[in-house]
């Protein structure tokens, strides 16, 4: 059986990735850990892009979105080796920047791959809370 995500909690968990995303890209991240402030970027765009699937597509199987996830931010990452005028006046943008990377790193594979775990993994959290919620629906509270 094939759950529905609910889409205005992912509306608002979309909306709390990307502030913590943006935090990350910004002078706040020299208060960070330098971990964190490294990698979570790219790990939280890949959550974004599991997140904005599953809004998009509440119906569809947990694993199909995190295919279509992965294969679209591997596909973001190997286009930063096209080097086109026209695309790299894209990338120079703010939001070009955002959507596209500025430059090829094998490393955010891995973080594109955690940003999709984290995604499954919240799913999975997610539907688990619900079944024993249905299972044990408290009816009386003290």
Known sequence: MINRRNRLVYAGVIVAVIIVGLASRSPLATYMPVLFATYAGDTLWALTVFLCLGFVLPRARMA???????????????????????????????????????????????CYTFGCIIGVAGELLAMTGLKSETRNPKTERS
């Open 64 to 110: 199909i979105v995190a295919s279509v996830a992965i294969l679209i931010a591997f596909g973001v990452e190997i286009s930063q080796l096209y080097q086109a005028e026209w695309m790299n006046r894209i990338r120079n943008t703010s939001i070009g920047a955002l959507a596209l990377g500025s430059g090829f790193k094998w490393s955010d594979f891995v």
